[in-house]
């Protein structure tokens, strides 16, 4: 969990809600990833920054998810209407070299 | 299609002995591979990475391997504690200009006192 934090930690919500996450790294980064991780599998790779612009999209990102970095520090991740398959852990992490530090995650739950 | 495979089912070893996690991979031919640790409820936390050109590397009780002609890596916990007990995650870079880092789906580990 070093150098990165995330709010809300938890978050239940109705289906057909939006929600918002949020990922705050500690000190500057060029850098940052989100991935999405269900129960009993590793990280997915969802998207990932380049300062402010968004560079690459996995296609797992429908478009119901939406992400930024306004200022190229904190980064928000967005999902509308949810569906009850949204529900997982969204992770948010920034490299350093040969690494990369991951956050606590925002746990999702879709009812 | 690119593919890494850890063995699925839990690991349960006594304290004291080396526990030994697979990590295979197919369609891939990356420059490294890395090993995390993952708590339930947290994100995964870095413990080693092994380069292609590199047969073996230590880290105090852990050792990883890494065959690229078996397409396979070994991660070792020796003198195992059941505070070792977590998900262990095996990792490869993805090969694109993201830098992007493709998971395994992990292995649990219990380490029994």
């Known amino acids: 969990d070093t150098g990165v934090s995330q709010n809300p930690r938890h978050k239940i919500t109705k289906r057909g809600q939006n929600v918002t996450f949020r990922c705050d790294p500690i000190?500057?980064?060029?850098?940052l990833y989100w991935y999405r991780q269900t129960l009993g599998q590793g990280p997915e790779f969802l998207t990932y920054f380049q300062n402010e612009a968004q560079l690459e999209k996995s296609r797992l990102l429908s478009d119901r998810f939406s992400a930024e970095r306004p200022k190229g520090s904190f980064s928000t991740l967005e999902i509308q209407r949810t569906e009850q398959g949204d529900s997982a852990m969204y992770l948010c992490a920034i490299p350093e070299p040969e690494t990369q530090y991951f956050g606590p995650g925002t746990r999702l739950l879709v009812l | 299609s690119q593919k890494i495979e850890q063995n699925s089912e839990a690991l349960n070893i006594q304290e004291g002995k080396t526990a030994t996690l697979t990590c295979n991979y197919t369609n891939y031919s990356p420059a490294y591979l890395q090993w995390y640790r993952q708590d339930p409820g947290r994100g995964p936390v870095f413990l080693l990475l092994i380069r292609e050109n590199e047969k073996e590397k230590r880290k105090e009780r852990l050792k990883v391997t890494f065959d690229t002609t078996l397409k396979q890596s070994l991660f070792h916990i020796t003198a195992s504690q059941p505070a070792d007990s977590a998900t262990y995650l095996c990792a490869l870079e993805g090969g694109s200009s993201a830098s992007k880092i493709i998971f395994g789906s992990g292995t649990r580990l219990s380490i029994r006192p």
């Open positions: 000190s500057e980064h060029n850098r």
